[in-house]
């Protein structure tokens, strides 16, 4: 529950919300008779926290949680963590789309087993959490929105060769994204090229 919450705070600017399992309290006929508000608090700066979501998010799309789009054919944007701990003892998968974040633990109540060698997240908690994700989304007809880039982060082009801007000259270049508070790397300097249109007007 701890960390299905703490990845949450990627999802959401870098606000934590503490876990609830009741919101609210009816009667009888339905009429309210205590709401029930989550405790919430920043713990991360809205950069940071956007930064950490793209770093989950290449785990579901290329990385270890990719069978999430391979082998389930889950399409909207998610992003995500595969975990497993010393001799598969334990396995989990925790991620989030831009409504909804959960957690999936495999494991024993007695440390002392082990779930049995090759069985780390990936293989055993991430099928779960798929198929939970793909009939959530779609019992709640959840809308196809993407995560929401804050106003202070910037997406830059970098050459993939040298890590640097990328120019037109860069044979293959991959988005990145930057904390507007920091100085962005230098120009590519082993290919020749102009700068693309959004790179002239300043580098921070």
């Known amino acids: 529950m701890e960390l299905t919450a703490a990845f949450q705070v990627f999802e959401a600017g870098g606000i934590w919300s503490k876990p609830m399992y009741i919101t609210d309290v009816e009667d009888a006929f339905g009429q309210l008779i205590v709401h029930y508000r989550p405790e919430r608090k920043a713990v991360l700066s809205e950069e940071t926290a956007f930064l950490v979501q793209t770093l989950l998010r290449t785990v579901v799309d290329r990385g270890t949680g990719a069978a999430l789009r391979s082998t389930y054919n889950f399409r909207l944007p998610a992003a995500g963590k595969t975990g497993t701990t010393n001799d598969f003892t334990d396995a989990w998968f925790v991620g ?65 060769e040298t890590g640097k801007l990328a120019t037109p000259g860069c044979p293959a270049v991959r988005l990145e994204y930057f904390n507007r508070k920091f100085p962005l790397p230098e120009m590519c300097p082993r290919h020749s090229g102009d700068l693309y249109p959004d790179q002239r007007p300043n580098l921070y």
Request: charged share 15%; proline share 8%.
């Open 96 to 160: 989030f789309t831009p409504h909804l974040v959960a957690g999936v633990w495999v494991g024993l109540d007695d440390p002392s087993n082990r779930l049995g060698r090759g069985l780390q997240g990936a293989r055993v908690a991430l099928p779960i959490w798929a198929r939970f994700i793909t009939a959530a989304c779609d019992t709640m007809h959840y809308p196809d929105a993407d995560f929401e880039m804050p106003a202070t982060v910037l997406a830059k082009n970098i050459c993939v």
